[in-house]
């Protein structure tokens, strides 16, 4: 009996590690020509939705319904564009709740952080940034940008320093918290902190 119970436990064994499976290799599932077509639909597209950005440049929060409705959207425009896709490749379930199929290949192959910017002119300004470069820069332009008190001396300061990007953020987050008092009005946003964030991200990183 104890040499049946060994057989057994070792089958056991077996079946655990095959149901542990790698990471798909999807340039080779899709083939490589699929897989180069949607890497840049996906690049291209990345900001029409929410799924695929998830808001990870603006602080904003997704919730379920959202992100449900979104990659509904997302994989409908993808089975459209690449019919040659196999239907489980854009389940919207898989997408959503167990980020598998599409959603695995965005996130692994894909997506950098300038993706995640909705300024066309941001987005150039990080473009050659690592993921988390960029997404550090994009949540400080975004940061001054909406803060409710005049970010602009703060900006001022900043002209020129050798910062890196996470520290950056951490700066103008401790400015912009200093005294909050609400939805920032239009005067101080439209007037005077947009222009600020533009100006410290091209003068001191838009090369």
């Not at 490589?32 to 808001?55: G, M, P, Y």
């Not at 449900?68 to 490749?89: I, T």
């Amino acid at each position: 009996m104890s040499g049946s119970g060994s057989s057994g436990d070792e089958s056991l064994l077996d079946i655990e590690t095959d149901s542990d499976e790698d990471d798909v290799d999807w340039k080779a599932q899709l083939g490589e020509d699929t897989f180069r077509r949607l890497s840049v639909w996906l690049a291209e597209n990345c900001i029409k939705h929410v799924a695929l950005h998830q808001n990870r440049a603006t602080h904003c929060l997704t919730n379920t319904g959202m992100l449900l409705r979104s990659w509904e959207q997302v994989c409908a425009e993808v089975r459209v564009a690449f019919s040659e896709l196999p239907a489980s490749f854009t389940d919207v379930e898989d997408c959503a709740e167990y980020e598998e199929g599409l959603a695995d290949m965005f996130e692994r192959y894909v997506f950098q952080g300038w993706m995640a910017i909705g300024r066309d002119d941001v987005r150039e300004w990080v473009r050659k940034r690592s993921t988390d470069d960029a997404l550090a820069l994009a949540r400080a332009h975004h940061t001054v940008a909406m803060a409710d008190v005049d970010m602009t001396s703060c900006v001022v300061r900043l002209f020129g320093r050798a910062v890196t990007p996470q520290r950056l953020l951490e700066i103008v987050t401790r400015a912009a918290s200093m005294r909050r008092g609400g939805r920032p009005s239009d005067i101080t946003t439209m007037g005077f902190n947009m222009a600020a964030a533009d100006d410290l991200l091209r003068h001191n990183f838009g090369n």
